[in-house]
């Protein structure tokens, strides 16, 4: 645990009067649930969105009918965006040499190919 000029726990706000709680047991609560404050405060963000109240009820009312917060199913939503978009461009990826595929130009032996190449960055 660090420890700040006046003893542990000195450099967060009211640490002295949570560390100077009455028992030994109080005193060992009090550090632990500062320790997961300053865990989860390093972990997690906070992301403000502007909605008209409309929007906000609207969102409000489905994520009730999912019996989910309105922070989880949000949450759920960017998630899903996220993997759709990672998907659309894996996609295109196979779109592209699907269509490469379809060409039909003249071509060597693979091993003969990779020499000519090989040979081309020796010159």
């Known amino acids: 645990m660090r420890k700040g000029p006046n003893g542990p726990l000195s450099h967060w706000p009211m640490a002295g009067q949570l560390a100077k709680a009455d028992s030994q047991e109080a005193r060992h609560y009090a550090i632990m649930l500062i320790r997961l404050v300053r865990y989860t405060h ?49 996609d295109g990826k196979l779109d592209a040499v699907r269509a490469a595929m379809r060409h039909d130009f003249p071509s060597g032996e693979i091993t003969t190919m990779l020499g000519e190449i090989e040979a081309g960055y020796e010159r």
């Open 42 to 90: 390093r972990m997690s963000k906070r992301l403000q969105v502007i909605l008209s109240d409309e929007e906000y009820e609207e969102l409000r009312l489905v994520s009730s009918t999912e019996g989910m917060t309105v922070s989880e199913w949000v949450r759920g939503a960017l998630r899903k965006m996220r993997r759709d978009r990672s998907l659309l461009a894996a």
